[in-house]
């Protein structure tokens, strides 16, 4: 019996050894193709100059346009998502802990918001535009992938917060603190590197999204200075480039998405060094 356990236990140990090494093989490979095509295009003007003299027919610059855009964007959406995501889960988990099935009624509808594809946020994003007499926009854009983003930051942090024992919320409120003080002094702090990947996921996925903001950012060669301009982005960018008949600017679409990957990979490492950190002067 023994020795059908061990050999039932090899068997799932390669079986998911197997899925584990496939998965970063597929990504090393996605990444490699992203590189090695858009190696002889990307440049420095890529990053330094918009778009100039028929730049989809081959033309001069580059896309700074879609990287300002991107990230004008999906900063502001972030930032949205925390300022309503990170008190929306923190009062599931402290104010609403005793009504379970209101609790599990509310992760079910988020969890259903974060499986609605993105270009439904975007025609509803753009009905929402119309309804207020609004151009597409920055604006337009921020708001639409803010609604698409917000779902990603609740329940990433709810998850992590639902981890935090019960007894440190229960031992917070017995020496006095109001619910209040236990969520933001107690509950916070503790899932503050829960926090960190929220906003990740939550950015990664609003600077990597065509579909939200594909009617109602807009597009343009020039850098918004406004809210009420039209935006570019990395993956319309990419999009548009990649329907170019021309090699040359097709290998420029490699450049754009090997741009945005960097982009993501900063932030990543940027926002887990940080998480590492304050992790470290906790234990302290």
């Given amino acids: 019996m023994n020795r059908l356990k061990q050999i039932e236990e090899k068997i799932f140990r390669i079986i998911s050894g197997f899925a584990a090494y496939s998965l970063i093989a597929i990504l090393i490979y996605i990444i490699a193709i992203i590189f090695i095509k858009g190696f002889n295009a990307l440049s420095l003007d890529m990053i330094t100059k918009t778009p100039q003299g028929g730049y989809y027919y081959g ?29 929306a ?8 802990i005793k009504l379970k ?12 918001l974060w499986g609605i594809p993105s270009i439904v946020y975007g025609s509803f994003g753009f009905t929402l535009m119309l309804f207020l007499g609004m151009n597409a926009s920055l604006l337009a854009g921020i708001i639409t992938v ?11 942090f709810d998850e992590v917060l639902s981890t935090i024992p019960k007894g440190l919320h229960e031992a917070s409120l017995a020496l006095g603190s109001t619910r209040t003080e236990t969520a933001y002094k107690v509950l916070f702090k503790q899932g503050f590197s829960g926090f960190i990947t929220a906003i990740l996921l939550s950015f990664g996925r609003g600077i990597g999204d065509a579909a939200s903001v594909l009617f109602t950012a807009g597009y343009t060669d020039l850098i918004p200075v406004n809210l009420d301009e039209p935006a570019a982005t990395l993956p319309l960018a990419i999009f548009f480039q990649l329907g170019s008949p021309i090699p040359e600017v097709r290998e420029r679409a490699f450049a754009s998405a090997a741009i945005l990957t960097i982009i993501i990979l900063i932030i990543s490492l940027g926002a887990r060094f940080l998480a590492k950190k304050y992790s470290k002067s906790n234990l302290k």
């Fill in 146 to 156: 803010a609604l698409l983003v917000t779902p990603i930051m609740v329940r990433t």
């Fill in 101 to 112: 099935r209101t609790q599990n009624t509310v992760r079910y509808l988020l969890d259903a």
């Fill in 89 to 96: 889960a923190l009062y599931l988990n402290v104010h609403m």
């Fill in 59 to 87: 033309g001069e610059g580059g896309v700074l346009n879609a990287i300002v855009g991107s990230l004008y964007i999906s900063i502001g959406a972030t930032v949205i998502a925390v300022i309503i995501g990170a008190p």
